[in-house]
C-alpha cells in the first residue's frame, strides 16, 4: 500500500509549498533586505574610502558614521532648497486629481482637448460616447491606480528602515562572506564560489551605482525641462520620473506615461513638445 517514491515525490512537493507560503508570507521584508543589500552595495565605496583616510583612522564603524552624516547633511541642502516647493506641487497634484478625473469621466476633456487642437464636431462627440460607454472601466482603473499609490505610500516606513538595515550590512557584510566560504569543506569549492562572489559584487556594485546616476541625471532633466515648459506640478513629476528611472525600462516608460496623461487631463497646450523631448532623451539616455 505504502510507495516509498510517491512518498518522496509527495514530500518534496508539500516542501516547495511550505517554503513558497513561507517566502509569499515575509515578502515585504525580503524586499526591504534587498533594497538594504542594494543601498549597502551603493555606499561600500565611499565607507571603505573614508575607513582608509584620516577621518576614520581604520574603524569601520566611524566610517560608517560619517558617511552617513554626509548623506544627511546633503539630503538636508537639497530638502532646504527644493522641500517646499516639491511639497507644494504634490499636495496641488493630490487635491485636483479627483477633478481632473471627473473632467475625463463627465467627457469634458474631450470638448477642451478638441476645442484646443480644431478637432471636427463629430470627431469630438464620437470621442466623448466612447468614453461615455468605457466609464466604468475608467472609473474602476482609476481606483485601482488609486489603491495601488496608496498601498506605496504605506511603504514610505522602508525609507528609514531600508538604511538602518545597510548600517549592519556595511558593517558585518565581510563576515556573512567568510562565514558562507568556510561551509565548503574543499578549496576549489572555495576558491570557485569566493571568485563568483568577487564578481557579483563588482556587477552589482557598478549596476547600482550607474542606475542611481542615471536617476539623478534624468531626475534633474525632467525637472529642468518640465518648469522651462511651463508645465503644471513640474518638481513634483519631474521628482518621480526620476525616482522611476531607477527601474529598468518599466520605470521610464511608466513615468513618460503619467506625465502626458496629466498634460491630457490639464489640456496643457505644448504636449507634443514634451513628447518629443521624451523620445530624444531616451535616445541621449541609452545611446
Not at 551603493?42 to 565607507?47: A, I
Not at 495601488?148 to 550590512?169: E, R
Amino acid at each position: 500500500v505504502f510507495d516509498h517514491r510517491t512518498a518522496r515525490v509527495l514530500a518534496t512537493i508539500c516542501a516547495f509549498v511550505a517554503i513558497g507560503a513561507f517566502l509569499y508570507a515575509v515578502r515585504h521584508t525580503l524586499v526591504a533586505i534587498l533594497f538594504a543589500v542594494l543601498f549597502a552595495y551603493l555606499l561600500e565605496p565611499v565607507v571603505c574610502r573614508i575607513e582608509g583616510s584620516k577621518l576614520a583612522r581604520g574603524s569601520r564603524w566611524l566610517a560608517i558614521l560619517e558617511t552617513y552624516l554626509a548623506i544627511g547633511a546633503i539630503v538636508t541642502v537639497l530638502g532646504i532648497l527644493f522641500g517646499p516647493k516639491l511639497v507644494d506641487d504634490a499636495r496641488l497634484l493630490s487635491q485636483s486629481l479627483p477633478g481632473l478625473l471627473e473632467k475625463v469621466t463627465s467627457g469634458k476633456i474631450v470638448w477642451q482637448f478638441g476645442n484646443r487642437y480644431g478637432w471636427s464636431y463629430d470627431t469630438q462627440l464620437k470621442t466623448e460616447q466612447f468614453i461615455a460607454a468605457h466609464q466604468s472601466e475608467i472609473l474602476a482603473w482609476s481606483g485601482q491606480a488609486g489603491t495601488a499609490v496608496a498601498k506605496a505610500l504605506q511603504n514610505v516606513i522602508w525609507v528609514v528602515l531600508v538604511p538602518i538595515l545597510a548600517i549592519f550590512l556595511l558593517r558585518d557584510g565581510r563576515q556573512f562572506s567568510a562565514t558562507l566560504l568556510r561551509t565548503f569543506g574543499e578549496v576549489n569549492q572555495r576558491r570557485f564560489l569566493r571568485l563568483i562572489m568577487t564578481d557579483l559584487d563588482v556587477m552589482l556594485a557598478h549596476f547600482i551605482r550607474a542606475q542611481l546616476i542615471l536617476a539623478g541625471i534624468s531626475l534633474v532633466a525632467y525637472s529642468v525641462v518640465l518648469t522651462a515648459l511651463r508645465f503644471p506640478y513640474a518638481l513634483a513629476l519631474g521628482f518621480a520620473a526620476g525616482a522611476m528611472e531607477f527601474i529598468p525600462v518599466v520605470g521610464p516608460l511608466v513615468a513618460a506615461l503619467l506625465i502626458v496623461f496629466v498634460g491630457f487631463l490639464t489640456t496643457y497646450p505644448h504636449l507634443w513638445v514634451l513628447i518629443l523631448f521624451f523620445a530624444l532623451w531616451r535616445v541621449v539616455q541609452d545611446y
